[in-house]
């Protein structure tokens, strides 16, 4: 059929002759019919026909408008993803979730601020602007103002407007001002807990702590609109924190560090670096010889290998004579000793005849076995220890008392850990739950754990560390001092003092249980050894802790409270050895 060919009503067909579908033949007709209803309202001489064809034609072009407006919007509405948690909402949105601690509290979110731009072509008194705009936002330079309205392209004058700041800058009507969304990540709490949660850059990436460590995770979380959740319980965080500080302060101290974790799982509950403003945290970036805390770890060696027993018998009735080096304990007894004694008392030649007996191999398979001779698993990264080149009687001496190894705060927390669960190795995490990944492996026997949380039990009570004691919450532990080397020598006047803790220390060795590190740097006051600076502040954040932890209070057997005064035994006894 050709183009002139008649059809339905002897029409020919419109637009050339072009075939239509039958879905579009009624629209190809319809615009026939009014591009040539013009020209017969001419040709019949119907001016009035002529005009209602163009009002009809106005009005079906704007509802035509209106109808692809209103659909366009019902499609953003209804059709467009919604954004949840860390979802994005824009284009210059940051898809990372909220960071939220063990108990659903936020730590960090993401809100939207704004970028101020500002083409100055578009802009009709550039002076007159550059003040109005100045006095709405006085944090802007007038200079970067001037450089911007002087320029010739658009530019970005400042990031991160509030909504706020935005509607000031808004309000001036002024042309050729421009925002643009933006999200920034925010910490609510300000400085508590940066050392764990840590920042982002601008573009939403992790750069430190669990926002690096997670980082992949998180943006992932935030993708699916839900929350990421770590160990941290801001509770405990929080009293850490107050506590730490007021013991950094009370010893008018360089630095302290505080680890709190879980025993069974490695869950990190609080974890402090002090001073907070301090951008390295001391838990994982720091080294210390921490003294005889040490001896803890020589004892459960010796107790282990079936070397020594509680009522083994140690002479400390004189100093200990290493080729040319004497070894004296701090406050000398001068009598032989039990394994017991050596430990309550903190004796430096006590351990030291242990760690030579043992020798070497076992020192060193032991000292490995704890996690002191490599760096700590974590998710932060942290410093490699420094340990000893060669195992010499007078090293292992040395060792044996917290001398010639440095280790992180976050190593000496986790090897505590394994003395008091039963005797398994667990990585400390900030994760939820613990690492679902990770296989705890055996290092002790759990007999030789209960042994030392009788042992440490009973240094509270009557050893040591009798400050560190919290009414009927049954806390343990072990002392360490030691002083600091400054130019290759070791310097009286520059001290570490740490207490590591566990409570409650009774119990089968799968109970639950709480390990609390302190370690005060270079404290000022006198005296500076752990069992003052440093067990002190153990006591008060395990009494302040235990109610979050529903750890009951109740007398032991070994019971040193009277009312709410503490009756050490006697004074904390320990040195240095040198």
């Known amino acids: 059929m050709s183009a002139h060919d008649p059809i339905a009503g002897g029409r020919s067909l419109p637009y050339g002759g072009r075939r239509y579908m039958p879905s579009w033949r009624w629209l190809a007709e319809a615009m026939w019919w009014v591009e040539h209803s013009f020209g017969r309202a001419h ?240 838990a994982t970036a720091a080294t210390y010889e921490m003294g005889s805390v040490f001896k803890t770890f020589t004892v459960a060696a010796a107790i282990d290998t079936g070397r020594a027993d509680m009522n083994t018998l140690l002479d400390a009735s004189e100093a200990l004579q290493i080729g040319n080096r004497r070894i004296t304990d701090f406050h000398a007894t001068n009598k032989v000793l039990t394994l017991e004694e050596v430990y309550l008392h903190s004796s430096n030649i006590g351990t030291s005849r242990l760690s030579t007996e043992m020798g070497p191999r076992v020192m060193r398979d032991y000292f490995e076995r704890f996690g002191l001779l490599s760096r700590a698993p974590f998710e932060i990264a942290s410093e490699m220890p420094i340990s000893p080149r060669e195992w010499s009687d007078s090293t292992l001496a040395s060792l044996s008392f917290g001398y010639g190894i440095s280790i992180t705060p976050l190593q000496m927390a986790a090897a505590m850990q394994a003395l008091t669960n039963g005797g398994r190795y667990i990585p400390l995490t900030l994760r939820k739950g613990g690492r679902p990944d990770v296989q705890a492996r055996q290092v002790i026997s759990p007999e030789t754990s209960l042994t030392m949380l009788d042992l440490m039990r009973r240094n509270v009570v009557r050893g040591s560390g009798g400050r560190a004691e919290a009414p009927g919450l049954r806390v343990g532990g072990k002392t360490g001092s030691a002083n600091k080397s400054v130019n290759g020598h070791y310097s009286t006047a520059h001290a570490v003092g740490t207490f590591a803790a566990v409570f409650p220390a009774d119990g089968p060795v799968n109970a639950r249980r709480y390990q609390i590190l302190v370690l005060i740097d270079e404290p000022q006051t006198y005296p500076r050894t752990g069992g003052f600076v440093a067990a002190p502040a153990v006591g008060r954040i395990a009494d302040r802790i235990a109610p979050f932890l529903n750890v009951q209070r109740r007398a032991d057997a070994y019971r040193t409270a009277v009312g709410d005064k503490v009756i050490p035994a006697f004074e904390d006894q320990e040195g240095d050895g040198r």
């Open 43 to 282: 040709a019949d001489a119907r001016p009035e026909e002529d005009t209602r064809v163009r009002i009809f034609v106005i009005l079906s072009l704007f509802s035509a408008v209106f109808v692809l407006l209103a659909v366009g919007a019902a499609h953003a509405a209804l059709l467009t993803a919604r954004g949840g948690v860390g979802s994005a909402v824009h284009p210059n949105a940051v898809v990372r979730a909220d960071m939220v601690d063990r108990n659903g509290a936020l730590l960090a979110t993401n809100i939207t601020h704004y970028g101020l731009y500002i083409d100055p072509s578009e802009v009709w008194d550039r002076k007159a602007a550059a003040e109005q705009i100045k006095r709405a936002l006085p944090r802007v330079s007038m200079a970067k103002l001037n450089r911007v309205l002087n320029g010739d392209r658009r530019l970005l004058v400042i990031n991160r407007l509030t909504p706020q700041e935005k509607v000031a800058v808004h309000g001036l009507a002024l042309g050729g001002v421009a925002f643009e969304p933006e999200d920034v990540r925010v910490y609510p709490l300000g400085q508590s807990a940066r050392h764990v949660v840590g920042n982002v850059d601008t573009g939403g990436v992790g750069l430190s702590a669990a926002e690096r460590a997670f980082n992949d995770e998180i943006r992932a979380a935030g993708a699916r609109g839900e929350t990421f959740q770590v160990s941290i319980d801001l509770r405990i965080q929080g009293i850490l924190e107050n506590e730490l500080a007021a013991a950094a302060a009370g010893t008018q101290a360089r630095g302290a560090v505080g680890i709190i974790t879980d025993v069974q799982t490695g869950e990190v509950l609080g974890m402090a670096s002090w001073p907070g403003a301090n951008s390295r945290n001391l």
